[in-house]
């Protein structure tokens, strides 16, 4: 699917009503989850025809977006069930099929899951309020659960930190892209309109299957 036409579907998707600020729900807008779904499919052939998982998935950008992209079956992780309700609303709209499990991500999502799929796409917390490291305990689950690739976003001020945990557990990471993510002044504790902070795309992958 065209970049455009993905961002067009996406854009009508409902996002968070009452965002949570401890689950650090910031919705992945729009444009950068149809520049993250294209790149996925276009460049790397990770999502047509895959089973495809999103972890954390809040309203359901990613999932809803890997399903438009082609994948076979998909799965979203949630911990939260007011994001759930919405994710099921904009299923509904779109008519398009993803599999719900309320579960916690970071306490483990258990035997059954592990290497069940072929790619796992996030945009995880990114552990800057309470739940520091959350982001590296969501691509720790995601590698456990992908076979294929796992496509995660991480703050660039973390990112030799990134590298060098994904070389301790010997997988590949690449940044993908740099992007400026635009975080809305969503929470009273953000004094600006907006806040930019600067992101990296990763792919991860397996040494013996890149
Ligand atoms: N993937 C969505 C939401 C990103 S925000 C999007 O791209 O728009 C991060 C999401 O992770 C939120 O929906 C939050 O509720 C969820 N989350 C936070 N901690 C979690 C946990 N431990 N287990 C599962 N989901 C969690």
Redesign the pocket.
């Known amino acids: 699917m065209k970049l455009r036409k993905l961002e067009e579907l996406l854009q009508q998707l409902d996002g968070f009503e009452k965002p949570?600020v401890l689950?650090?729900?910031?919705?992945?807008s729009p444009h950068v989850?149809a520049c993250m779904l294209h790149t996925a499919e276009e460049s790397f052939g990770d999502l047509d025809g895959k089973v495809v998982a999103?972890?954390?998935?809040?309203?359901g950008?990613?999932a809803i977006g890997a399903a438009l992209q082609g994948a076979r079956v998909c799965y979203g992780?949630?911990?939260?069930q007011e994001?759930i309700n919405i994710a099921k609303q904009n299923l509904e709209e779109t008519e398009i099929a993803v599999e719900i499990i309320r579960?916690?991500?970071?306490?483990g999502l258990g035997s059954r899951w592990e290497k069940s799929v072929d790619t796992v796409l996030?945009?995880?917390?990114f552990g800057t309020k309470k739940n520091k490291g959350?982001d590296m305990t969501f691509l720790q689950e995601g590698l456990r659960l992908a076979t294929r690739a796992v496509y995660s976003l991480h703050k660039t001020s973390t990112r030799q930190h990134v590298l060098s945990k994904a070389k301790q557990w010997g997988v590949e990471a690449k940044v993908v892209a740099e992007l400026r993510y635009d975080l809305p002044a969503t929470y009273r504790f953000h004094k600006k309109q907006s806040v930019d902070i600067e992101v990296d795309f990763f792919r991860f992958s397996f040494n013996d299957n890149n």
Do not use: R, S
């Open positions: 949570k689950l650090e729900q910031y919705a992945t989850a999103d972890l954390g998935m809040g309203c950008t990613l992780f949630e911990i939260d994001a579960g916690d991500v970071e306490a996030m945009n995880p917390p959350a």
